[in-house]
């Protein structure tokens, strides 16, 4: 195998982006913008802290970054996809977007997510109450009459 062979005729007709994680030119497909072997990375990454958060019930977003030897952000990004759930508020250290009670994963706490969706079908739904029809007044005609001589 060459390295490199015909590389410069394939990278003008594929959509080639530079990986968001290590900056190496991959072929874009579709997804985050992170190159195979990172994407897998980055799996393995996920079941390593899935697994160690599922044996140590309690954990914090701390211990488990330096355990897994994974970025505290990472972590902190799947708990808001709700992809990973700490066994306690403590741990998942995260707090509701909107009233700052502290949650599990995802941005909002139950209530607030409750408000959030009857917000919105509130909005979507239209008013039931008859709008009032507006009478005109009997004074108007006679107005014009008067003003017309
Ligand atoms: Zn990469
Ligand atoms: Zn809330």
Same mark, same amino acid.
């Given at each position: 195998?060459?390295?490199?062979?015909?590389?410069?005729?394939?990278?003008?007709?594929?959509?080639?982006?530079?990986?968001?994680?290590?900056?190496?030119?991959?072929?874009?497909?579709?997804?985050?913008?992170?190159? @195979?072997?990172?994407?897998?990375?980055?799996?393995?990454?996920?079941?390593?802290?899935?697994?160690?958060?599922?044996?140590?019930?309690?954990?914090?977003?701390?211990?488990?970054?330096?355990?897994?030897?994974?970025?505290?952000?990472?972590?902190?990004?799947?708990?808001?996809?709700?992809?990973?759930?700490?066994?306690?508020?403590?741990?998942?250290?995260?707090?509701?977007?909107?009233?700052?009670? @502290?949650?599990?994963?995802?941005?909002?706490?139950?209530?607030?997510?409750?408000?959030?969706?009857?917000?919105?079908?509130?909005?979507?739904?239209? @008013?039931?109450?008859?709008?009032?029809?507006?009478?005109?007044?009997?004074?108007?005609?006679?107005?014009?009459?008067?003003?017309?001589?």
């Amino acid at each position: 195998m060459r390295d490199g062979y015909e590389e410069k005729e394939i990278l003008l007709v594929m959509d080639v982006r530079n990986c968001k994680k290590c900056g190496k030119l991959f072929n874009y497909v579709a997804g985050p913008g992170i190159c @195979p072997a990172c994407l897998e990375k980055s799996e393995e990454d996920f079941q390593k802290v899935k697994e160690y958060i599922e044996q140590h019930p309690g954990v914090t977003v701390a211990t488990t970054a330096e355990e897994c030897e994974v970025e505290v952000g990472q972590i902190r990004q799947w708990l808001r996809e709700e992809r990973l759930t700490f066994s306690s508020t403590e741990g998942s250290d995260l707090v509701c977007e909107k009233c700052g009670a @502290p949650i599990l994963s995802g941005r909002f706490c139950d209530k607030c997510k409750l408000e959030v969706s009857r917000g919105l079908s509130d909005a979507i739904k239209k @008013p039931d109450a008859p709008q009032p029809v507006k009478k005109s007044e009997p004074g108007g005609n006679k107005m014009r009459f008067l003003g017309g001589r």
